[in-house]
């Protein structure tokens, strides 16, 4: 049985990743930051239900050191890696004169040292099976910016470069690596916006709606999936028409 590690899975984007590819037939290592945030979730149920092997593993994906002995440990449970989402992220916003260092520091280790930090470990394994899929959530706020996010939009776009270094310095080990940059999608990350930022998100996009955790989690199926094996590199954004 196929391994994924799916980051900052508890909720959001990243569960409804991590169901999708249970569904498809893999075997899922969940993480998030702390055990509480999976206190009140049946997430662990729910892909257990699927008749495939589901477990949690705690770390701080920014911490290089934890980030290692994490991925030893998946490695040693579940034997081979082969789908790796980078998929934990964080906001902490402000306009640039009123960002602090903290805030800035902050968002960048989370968001875009932890794809370095995982991508290097769960990497290594992937190299030696000489096959797996790295797929990086990267952003629409990467892509073209917006006002108060110069950190997350920051994060958001090295982690575009990062991917197509990856595609480059490991596709001929059998290893693919794409972004995907999703628009404005429901989450507890995006409920935290106020009404007026989430009204002109809206008269933004063509398909006038928001989309779902479900559209994001399919695109990244297809990019784990046999289809998409000769993808790499590759930015897919998933925003409903936002940027044309
Ligand atoms: P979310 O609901 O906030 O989920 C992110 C998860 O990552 C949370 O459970 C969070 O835990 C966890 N996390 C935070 N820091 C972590 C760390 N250091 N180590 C391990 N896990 C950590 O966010 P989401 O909306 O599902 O977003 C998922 C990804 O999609 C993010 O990379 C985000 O930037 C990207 N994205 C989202 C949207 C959107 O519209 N929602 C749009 C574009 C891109 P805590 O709650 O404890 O922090």
Known sequence: MATAIITG????????????????GFDIALNDVS????EGNDIVEQIRALGV?????????SNHDSVKETVSEIKERFKTIDVLVNNAGITRDGLLARMSEEQYDTVIAVNQKSVFNMTKFAGAVMMRQRSGRIINLSSVAGLYGNPGQMNYSASKA????????????????????????????KTPMTDKLTDAQREAMLNLIAMKRYGTVDEIAGVVSFLASEDASYVTGQVIEISGGLSM
Request: proline content about 2%; aromatic content about 6%; glycine content about 10%.
């Open 9 to 24: 899975s508890a909720r959001g984007i990243g569960a409804a990743i991590a169901l999708r590819l249970a569904k498809d």
């Open 35 to 38: 055990e509480a945030m999976f």
């Open 53 to 61: 092997q589901c477990e949690v593993f705690i770390c701080d994906v």
């Open 158 to 185: 090295a982690i575009i470069g990062m991917t197509k270094t990856v595609a480059k310095e490991l596709g001929s080990r059998g290893i693919t690596c794409n972004a995907v940059a999703p628009g404005f999608i």
